[in-house]
């Protein structure tokens, strides 16, 4: 079976701190794809990254960056200099080769940066 | 803004009502997925529809059905509402060549149904 495990509920951050979250993830399937999906108050959920199981090189997008380690199958994703807009809930997800796009939601990390 | 398109944003239902929430997918886009959303929970899939057929299903009853258009637009019906069927519902839409199923869902900013 399939999961994702987001074992931060919430997390609250100073303005320009790091903050880093994490994400767990199982599957058996051998070819597979994890994302990182933020979804403001709006509800909307905001495509953030994706990342297939044959590339775990790692990515940084300005201020967001991303560790994906197969050997502990983790994917975990930072903030550097936190600002007040990062705030948010953040959901890691994962999708196998289903012929679906049936993603495995984790639970989310609620993301509050203060003033 | 990702283009998807859904209606109502809000609404309210009695228990054993049913309800009909709509989406309109991105422009170009030929995949439809419906999620949940609990309270404080991650979204679980309902269903996918592609080429205007269910092609995927969740751990979700039949009272929980849906339809995609020529135009991909989408429903999703419920039938029998419960009280735990509140929750923020999601549609999602995507292009798929048939072949991969690998890349990134847009989503709507969803319906939030309450059940009373």
């Known amino acids: 079976a399939q999961k994702v495990t987001q074992a931060q509920t919430e997390i609250s951050v100073v303005e320009k701190e790091d903050v880093t979250l994490d994400c767990v993830y199982e599957?058996?399937?051998?070819?597979?794809?994890l994302f990182w999906y933020k979804q403001p108050p709006s509800g909307e959920l905001v495509f953030l990254i994706r990342?297939?199981?044959?590339?775990?090189q790692n990515e940084i997008s300005g201020r967001y960056s991303w560790n994906f380690q197969k050997s502990t199958s983790s994917f975990n994703f930072t903030i550097t200099a936190s600002q007040v807009v990062d705030s948010a809930v953040y959901f890691c997800?994962?999708?196998?080769?289903?012929?679906?796009?049936?993603?495995?939601f984790g639970t989310g990390t609620r993301l509050k940066v203060l003033a | 803004e990702t283009g998807v398109t859904q209606s109502p944003t809000h609404l309210i239902k009695t228990r054993g009502q049913q309800v009909t929430l709509r989406c309109s997918s991105q422009s170009g886009h030929n995949t439809v997925s419906w999620y949940q959303q609990a309270l404080g929970q991650g979204p679980q899939f309902i269903f996918q529809y592609y080429r205007e057929e269910e092609n995927g299903r969740g751990n979700f009853p039949p009272r929980f059905s849906g339809l995609q258009f020529p135009n991909y637009s989408s429903e999703l019906n419920v039938n029998a509402l419960e009280l735990d069927d509140s929750a923020l519902y999601l549609c999602?839409?995507?292009?798929?060549?048939?072949?991969?199923?690998?890349?990134?869902?847009?989503f709507g900013e969803g319906s939030r149904l309450t059940v009373l």
């Open positions: 599957t058996r399937d051998t070819t597979y794809y």
């Open positions: 990342r297939n199981s044959f590339d775990e």
């Open positions: 999602a839409s995507s292009f798929a060549s048939g072949r991969e199923w690998g890349g990134e869902l847009f």
């Open positions: 997800a994962l999708s196998g080769a289903s012929g679906t796009y049936k993603y495995i």
